[in-house]
């Protein structure tokens, strides 16, 4: 039996962090998190064409920030900034009506989005929409991809594919991806497409290279001394075990070095 597991969640604390920054316990813990499903939801609604690939949210007493990754920047800003002024009003008046809450709303742009795994599949699915065929289709995404320097991609997509009666799964890959390496860079999306036939499942693994201990997140860097094979602190160093010298009251004859 293969044994599967996400990608991202198998990276997260090495590679990878969480996509919400904030700490609750009991009700409020699972009332935020329904919260934090329900915003990105919105945001994936509001900017179905700006190509926003993630939505990181903080929470700190009383304030709220939400960092929005895009393709298209201009298009979730506005001309003059009132694009986002009316995502803030949409936003406040959805989900805190009445309260007052200090929030802010800061959008990033993505360098290359051929390399951002919710992106691609997001090309894809409007591409499948359109009637397409499934296999242009995936050619045409990993050609992109390609072209954005990645290592490996592979894009799967399941379903009654071309209209077919019987479903099935096929997936076109190049590349490696090493799913096993805890250091291999590799952002992952699923998501589905709504056509004529039916649903059609869309999946994509984009590898982007190694990210070794010099270059993780600040946050996952040791901050803690090593400990020695016993578990008895710091390992060897200067006047520990490394250098240390004869026990009090020792022999000094029974260590010295041999004529």
Known sequence: MGHKVNPKSFRIGT??????????????????????????????RELKDAAVSQVTINRSRGALEVNISTAKPGLVIGRSGSGIEDLKKKFLKKFFPGKK????????????????????????????????????????????VKKSGALGVKIMVSGRLNGAEIARREWLGWGKIPLTNLRADIDYCQDKAQTMAGVIGV???????DIFAQDRLAQYQPSTPTRDSRGRGPGPGPGRMGDRGPRPGADSRAIAPAA
């Open 101 to 144: 809450v200090q929030l802010q709303l800061n959008v990033s742009e993505i360098a290359k989005p051929a390399l951002e795994s919710t992106i691609v599949a997001q090309q894809v699915i409007s591409e499948l929409e359109r009637r397409m065929p499934f296999r242009r289709v995936l050619k045409m995404a990993i050609e992109r």
């Open 203 to 209: 999946k994509v693994w984009i590898y982007r290279g």
């Open 15 to 44: 590679t990878t962090t969480w996509p919400s920054r904030w700490f609750a316990r009991n009700q409020v813990y699972r009332t935020q998190l329904r919260e934090d499903l329900s915003i990105r939801d919105f945001f994936k």
